[in-house]
């Protein structure tokens, strides 16, 4: 029990810190200052819970990790649902917060949720936004996996994640918004409705491709450090 509840802790504070930083101070901290929000909620939570679960917080990573042999299935399942479960009670609580103001909309205003296309962001097409999905999350995955893996130095994993969280929003939220974890795409699109859902697929299917492939590379020993190393 303890280490899913670590998992909806984790999500939770990733999605209410990230997509609240986009509602509540977007105008003010711009791109930059989003960026910099998830990334530090998850160097936050990497310390809070890593030694806990691991910090995962994320169900494309979870499932990452068991196509790297890093956990199996039947534990990842609990990892996951306490993920998207997080992510929905974050946005909740997202959304509450934000009806407090007069003019705040969630049909003009959104929860942060993820999109491409005519009207959202830097409108691009569906095709760059799921490259970028799949790209961005093969390449956070190796990052995970390499700065949790053997002969990396433990105590900067979390550090070295989280930044490079960051790299990914500041390169990619004009494109999609950066999912690159389908329980933060899953929490406000239910609140948002409309389109975001309509494209919700995307953001659960391009970030497991890439997590799941980044995985698998791990497994086939290519990037393994050497020994000696």
Known sequence: MKKPLAEFIGTFTLVLLGCGSAVFAGADIGLTGISFAFGLALIGMAYGIGAVSGCHINPAVSLGAVAAGRMTIAEAVPYMIAQVAGAIVAALVLMTIA?????????????GQNGWGAGYLGEYT?????????????????VILGATGKGAPAAMAGLAIGLALVVIHLVGINITGVSVNPARSIGPALFAGGTAIAQLWLFIVAPIIGAVAAGLLFKSGLLDADAEA
């Open 99 to 111: 009806s407090g103001q007069a003019d705040y909309s969630v049909a003009e205003n959104g929860l």
């Open 126 to 142: 569906m095709a760059s936004a799921f490259i970028f999905e799949v790209v961005a999350t093969f390449l956070f995955m190796v």
